[in-house]
T-cell receptor
């Protein structure tokens, strides 16, 4: 019954590796997002998709590539992981004039 | 970009006390949301409130869009209210899908 589900919940990986985080929502929402929360709890938008189309692409390194195969899924692939990529990554979805529903987050630790 | 300031940054309450959290923003907004991040990291949407007043149990929120602020009221606080409260604003339909978060208010409710 989970509305927005992310996998994996925890990810520990070495510098230089490539990893993916998956997100799926079953709410029928049109828009999906990736947010990054750093160690000081600051939340910052990375990407936003509306009906599979990229609408927001903040100043994020090219190593981060989102992909939306359909409007219920938004995945995040990260190449050549760096120490500074360690953070909690949140997926969210929303519908026009309604608030966001967040997933439970993926804690990425790069060692 | 739009600036979002939340106050106070930290708040410690005794169980049963009431509190008011404030969110100021630097430009007119299309939407405004309040979130609670619990100690386990889960982000819960409390209110979608671009203007007016809403109530949900012990929580209520008021947004005065013309004066560029929003208030979140917590009455009869409980230890489960502890966590970080975020305000997030979206500046205009041209920035649809791009909510800017404040730095949050960390609330600790003591038994």
């Amino acid at each position: 019954d989970t509305a927005v589900s992310q996998t994996p919940k925890y990810l520990v990986t070495q510098m230089g590796n490539d990893k993916s985080i998956k997100c799926e929502q079953n709410l029928g929402h049109d828009t999906m997002y990736w947010y990054k929360q750093d160690s000081k709890k600051f939340l910052k938008i990375m990407f936003s998709y509306n009906n599979k189309e990229l609408i927001i692409n903040e100043t994020v390194p090219n190593r981060f590539s989102p992909k939306s195969p359909d409007k219920a899924h938004l995945n995040l692939h990260i190449n050549s992981l760096e120490l500074g990529d360690s953070a909690v990554y949140f997926c969210a979805s929303s519908h026009f004039n309604y608030g966001y529903t967040f997933g439970s987050g993926t804690r990425l630790t790069v060692v | 970009g739009i600036q979002v300031e939340q106050s106070p940054p930290d708040l410690i309450l005794q169980e049963g006390a009431n509190s008011t959290l404030r969110c100021n923003f630097s430009d007119s907004v299309n939407n405004l949301q309040w979130f609670h991040q619990n100690p386990w990291g889960q982000l819960i949407n409390l209110f979608y409130i671009p203007s007016g007043t809403k109530q949900n149990g012990r929580l209520s929120a008021t947004t005065v869009a013309t004066e560029r602020y929003s208030l979140l009221y917590i009455s009869s606080s409980q230890t489960t209210d502890s966590g970080v409260y975020f305000c997030a604003v979206e500046r205009s339909s041209a920035n649809a899908g791009k909510s800017t978060f404040g730095d949050g208010t960390t609330l600790t409710v003591k038994p």
